[in-house]
């Protein structure tokens, strides 16, 4: 990237509060408050240059999670390439969003023959109350836990699946988008 270039992305990355006149103009700070408040501006201030080296280190920890075992960011590589369609089997799965919780039982047909589709959905879906989206981690995990031995049982699955047979489960963890 040429000099110049960069001298641009550095400066227009430099929000600093002080570059808001309309917000200088509507805070009347004692002067003391408002040097410390420069110092920390100064001090915590990172150049576009600066955020790109840490994007670039925070991806290639990302990478060395995937691929080494007990790195600063650990991850479980959750997919090795497109599904082919000839899957076959039973699985439950769980669908968490803002708003509903889903849990499902989906049966996979693959190529079987005499199918008329590839797959099969039975689903229960549960509105999330307003507490449980405002509480803590073991109100929701327990709501979530409840709703999805509600679907065993109403299935009658523990015939053919148990702790040493289990059914395989997929969790989905939905996020909003802008």
């Not at 509600?150 to 939905?174: A, C, H, I, Q």
Request: proline share 4%.
């Amino acid at each position: 990237m040429a000099p110049s270039a960069q001298q641009h992305i550095d400066h227009e990355s430099y929000s600093s509060w002080r570059q808001h006149s309309e917000l200088e103009k509507m805070v009347d700070l004692p002067a003391e408050l408002e040097n410390e408040l420069n110092k920390l501006d100064t001090q915590f201030w990172v150049s576009g240059s600066e955020l790109k080296k840490i994007v670039e280190r925070f991806r290639e920890e990302l990478e060395e999670g995937l691929t080494k075992n007990d790195q600063n960011i650990p991850m479980n590589l959750a997919w090795t390439g497109l599904p082919s369609g000839s899957e076959k089997g039973e699985i439950l799965t769980l669908d968490l969003g803002g708003t509903n919780l889903r849990v499902c039982k989906v049966i996979l047909h693959g190529d079987r023959e005499g199918a008329k589709e590839k797959s099969e959905l039975d689903q229960e879906q549960y509105k999330l109350p307003k507490d449980l989206k405002t509480g803590d981690a073991d109100g929701l995990w327990t709501f979530i836990s409840d709703k999805l031995e509600d679907l065993v049982k109403s299935r009658n699955l523990g015939k053919d699946y148990s702790k040493e047979k289990p059914m395989p489960l997929g969790f989905t963890f939905n996020y909003a988008r802008r």
